[in-house]
């Protein structure tokens, strides 16, 4: 059950600011920061990138099923670096996290943001462009589906015998990296191992 904060409480009866929420993107490139705020946000020792109302998001569900639970994650207009990185980088089965946040009066954050949702990137990443015209300036649309953390549980991850892969498995579980195990593997390929006393 999530609660909210004593200062958020009060914020909420008061009628003051405003509700925000925080996107946290991994990539194996790097943390992608985005808030829905029209300005820059400073929280929990890190800056969120303000990309207003061009970020959206279907609702979070809680549903028995969890095949049913995650999001349908939707930036539009977005800054180019941002593509940039998800075009660059690897993403897939790294971690995206959303809290909501209320925003003060005077732009800063109320203390504790809840994290509303936690999963992985699992899809493809849909991006579109439509091309300025006489009436309307151009944009880019990013669009991808995050799964809930509970529906991944159902399904095994797979890491492929590369050190690629296996490395990228370390760093989402949160362990050192720099394994470089099956770096070796070629090398013994098709050679008798002894094991054992014999």
């Known amino acids: 059950m999530r609660t909210l904060t004593a200062g958020m409480q009060a914020a909420v009866a008061a009628q003051t600011g405003e509700i925000v929420y925080l996107f946290q993107i991994g990539t194996s490139g790097g943390t992608i920061r985005v808030c829905s705020a029209p300005v820059d946000i400073a929280w929990n020792s890190q800056t969120w990138e303000g990309i207003g109302g ?10 028995a099923d969890p095949a049913g639970q995650g999001v349908e994650l ?3 207009g977005v800054d180019q670096t941002i593509i940039s990185a998800l075009l660059q980088n690897q993403f897939r089965g790294y971690e995206v996290r959303i809290w909501l946040a209320h925003l003060a009066a005077n732009g800063t954050i109320i203390a ?14 849909r991006i579109t462009e439509e091309r300025a015209t006489d ?5 880019v649309t990013v669009v991808t589906r995050v799964q809930s953390r509970l529906a991944i549980l159902r399904h095994a991850q797979p890491v492929f ?6 490395n990228d498995m370390l760093k989402r579980a949160g362990l050192t990296i720099g394994d ?3 770096r070796n593997v070629p090398a013994i390929a098709g ?8």
């Open 54 to 63: 061009t970020l959206a998001f279907s609702g979070v569900e809680e549903t």
């Open 74 to 76: 939707t930036l539009a």
């Open 112 to 125: 504790d943001p809840i994290e509303i949702f936690r999963g992985r990137q699992l899809s493809d990443y």
């Open 135 to 139: 009436i309307s300036a151009g944009t």
């Open 161 to 166: 015998t590369s050190e690629t892969s296996h």
């Open 180 to 182: 470089t195990f099956f």
């Open 191 to 198: 050679k008798t191992l002894k094991w054992g006393d014999d």
